[in-house]
């Protein structure tokens, strides 16, 4: 009798110490809580707009006029419905860009929006998009260039005060923000007030980053800064929209400290692509991308838009990877949106709902290998399905790889899985594998090598299982999982994919089979009385191309859409093959290839450097193009040129000079509309500066005659 009291009290004990266990420890370092809120934010628009919309330009040179500012339908509340309508919860605006005009009645310049036609001098943009996001339930970031090319003292102490000036205005007077964004493009060519100089400064030092951010600190201690290498968020090293397949949010930039530029002033693209696992800080990547292949408005980019299938892939490489996306969305010369963006933004949005309307593993049977303490009523598997961040399912200590079997109770068929760890307690798992039963054995289905907010595994096709088991492979630590679900992408017909060989023939070809594909050719969207695509056609001067796959009247895909040039055949490069490849790779319509003036044969050591091409016959040229090397190095890529043409070959005409802005981030095809055609057989392409390296590079150029 008095063993079995004693075996009961030591039950008894072992049942209240298992119950009264503590909460897993953290592990590695922790989200503050403004990050938190960046992290349950997901994506955001970032919305360029401004006097680069007028004049077409990606930078603004610091010398433009206040009064092209003139939009005849401003409607902030029309653009931040436009971001909520896709989907996202926040917008960040850019209140000045590099050219120094500020959107907001500032008292630090006269560069600014007072002296523009808009609301008679009396307009505040900013204003405007803070009430509309309070309208909209929308949150509120800014962005304020510190690179300012329009104010005459930049590059001197006196021009730091100014900024952090327009820093305090937009923190006092425009509500609670929830990012102060900065960007690493600073310093280089401007107006400067009249000098129109170079102006080059130090930018780990300059701007004295650890005073200026106390400020927003002070002022904004919910807003994560955002730069290069954070402090809050870091740059993922490429404007793609895409974080690696690996994504920590932990981070050590490889720089002096955080939020400061390595001495050569770029991160490498790996670093901030992955992260560092058990970085020092926890310093997340932000995935910028724009809408349009620009940041700011191009009319000529009408029709390029990125579809609501291609934000949706970019959104599973960003925010299912863990990171947050970020859209770049351009208000157009009305000040609005334009009903193309707006649509695939809003069709997108509905993606978005259809395919995690319903997760189905609702009623679904879950058994766990481990549970943290035998607590299931406050770490059982209940908690993976309530849709709470924060609330989890945690193993012992001692208890690193569980696995977790699920009965679905009857087969369901998906495509998406989703994964989430309690980031409060630090990113944990390393390695985690799914399995679905295949007539009483398992099978691997999908796997991923981190978890941290969001993981979204976006499966090749459609599975249909009824019993399916989690794996967690490697983690140091006890894991802490906080949702768990398997959803269903609606189905999609096949997007055309348009080629054109060197000869000039056209291809349409879909990655699954269609009924039939019907494309334009004069810029309007095909329908089924278009024409039917079943062989290769010519399209020897160019043009904009657009196909649609169709399966019934009422069943067809997104619109695909690319333009070409005037074929290359019979031209001939004049200038020498001394450098890297022969000269005759910037004339191959082979993207991936590229010419380089140096080279182990090149003396070729400064600038400005010439590539002359012979196209044979007189054309009637209408734009320019130049493709920079695609293989993600920048040496030789031109961000300061000038185009000129000639009948002889001798005697020759400035076309077209400038700067390819943002192409070092943004390597993508340059197009240079000219204000009028010019008739001519040779061109030439000086490359006045590169991005770094002394010779320059060239994957493709190229003209366009229509």
């Known amino acids: 009798m008095i063993r079995k009291s004693i075996i009961t009290v030591l039950l008894l004990v072992t049942h209240v110490l298992a119950f009264g266990q503590a909460a897993p420890k953290p592990y590695g370092v922790l989200p503050s809580a403004r990050q938190i809120g960046w992290h349950e934010t997901e994506m955001y628009c970032i919305i360029h707009y401004g006097l680069d919309t007028y004049t077409d330009k990606e930078w603004g040179y610091g010398n433009e006029s206040p009064e092209l500012l003139n939009p005849s339908k401003f409607s902030a509340l029309q653009i931040v419905n436009a971001a909520k309508k896709g989907g996202f919860k926040g917008v960040v ?34 204003k405007e998009y803070e009430l509309a996001c309070k309208k909209l339930g929308m949150k509120l970031g800014l962005y304020c260039s510190p690179w300012d090319r329009n104010n005459a003292t930049y590059g001197k102490p006196a021009y730091v005060d100014i900024y952090r000036q327009q820093l305090k205005e937009l923190y006092a007077n425009y509500g609670q923000l929830f990012m102060s964004w900065h960007d690493g493009a600073n310093g280089g060519d401007g107006y400067y007030g009249g000098a129109n100089e170079t102006r080059k400064i130090d930018r780990t030092t300059y701007y004295g980053w650890d005073s200026t951010w ?10 994560n800064i955002f730069g290069d290498v954070g402090p809050d968020v870091r740059w993922v090293g490429n404007e793609e929209g895409r974080a690696g397949t690996t994504h920590w949010a932990t981070y050590t930039p490889q720089a002096p400290d955080e939020g400061k530029l390595p001495a050569n002033g770029y991160v490498k693209y790996w670093e901030g692509v992955e992260g ?41 490489e960003s ?11 351009s208000p157009n010369h009305d000040g609005v949106i334009s009903s193309e963006d707006e649509q695939i933004l809003e069709e997108f949005g509905k993606l978005l709902k259809q395919t995690f309307a319903i997760n189905l593993l609702k009623g679904a049977k879950l058994t766990a290998s481990n549970v943290r303490g035998g607590n299931t009523a406050k770490y059982g598997t209940q908690n993976l399905l309530d849709g709470n ?55 691997e289905i999908a ?16 599975v249909t299982a009824r019993k399916l088991r989690l794996r967690i492979l490697q983690s140091p630590v006890c894991i802490a999982i906080s949702e768990l679900g398997i959803y269903k992408e609606p189905v999609h017909l096949s997007v ?30 095909p329908t089924p009385q278009s024409p039917v695509y079943d062989e290769p056609f010519a399209l020897p001067d160019g043009g904009v191309i657009k196909a649609r796959s169709f399966e019934t009247k009422q069943q067809y895909s ?88 000639s009948t002889d070959g001798v005697n020759w005409k400035v076309a077209a000079e400038g700067e390819f802005a943002n192409i070092k981030s943004n390597p993508i095809e340059q197009t240079v509309q000219l204000s009028a055609p010019v008739s001519a057989r040779y061109f030439k392409l000086t490359g006045k500066h590169v991005v770094s390296g002394s010779g320059i590079t060239i994957a493709e150029i190229g003209v366009n005659i229509k």
């Open 276 to 316: 560092t696992r058990n970085g020092k800080y926890w310093i997340p990547a932000e995935c910028d991308v724009p809408l349009r292949p620009g940041w700011f408005y191009h009319k000529a980019q009408d029709g390029q838009t990125k579809s609501p299938y291609y934000l949706l892939n970019l959104y599973y």
């Open 389 to 443: 961040r924060y609330t989890y399912w945690a193993t012992n200590d001692n208890v690193t790889k569980p696995t977790l079997e699920i009965d679905l109770q009857t087969a369901k068929t998906f495509n998406v899985i989703q994964l989430r760890e309690n980031i409060k307690l630090g990113q944990r798992i390393e390695k985690v594998a799914l399995d679905m039963d295949v007539n009483g054995e398992w099978k």
């Open 319 to 329: 925010v299912g990877r863990g990171a947050n996306l970020d859209l770049g969305i």
């Open 558 to 645: 997104e619109i695909a859409t690319r333009q070409f040039g005037l074929i290359k055949t019979g031209w001939k490069a004049l200038t020498s093959s001394t450098g890297t490849g022969t000269s005759q790779k910037a004339i191959d319509d082979h993207e991936d290839t590229f010419w380089s003036s140096t080279g182990p044969a090149s003396a070729v050591t400064n600038l400005p450097q010439d590539f002359v091409v012979d196209m044979g016959t007189s054309q009637l040229i209408k734009a320019f193009t130049y493709l920079p090397r695609q293989d993600k190095k920048a040496d030789g890529i031109i961000d300061n040129y000038s185009y000129a043409v």
């Open 93 to 126: 605006v850019v209140a000045k860009h590099h050219d120094g005009f500020c959107l907001w009645p500032t008292k630090t310049t006269s560069h600014n929006i007072s002296k523009s036609p808009y609301r008679k001098g009396k307009g505040d943009m900013i």
């Open 214 to 223: 106390a400020i927003t600190r002070k002022m904004q201690p919910l807003a």
């Open 447 to 462: 796997g991923a090598t981190s978890i941290g907010a969001n993981r979204l595994i976006r499966l090749s096709k459609n």
């Open 496 to 525: 055309p994919m348009i080629t054109r060989s060197g000869k000039g023939l056209v291809t349409l070809s879909t990655e699954a089979p269609v009924s039939s594909i019907h494309y334009t050719v004069d810029g309007t969207a």
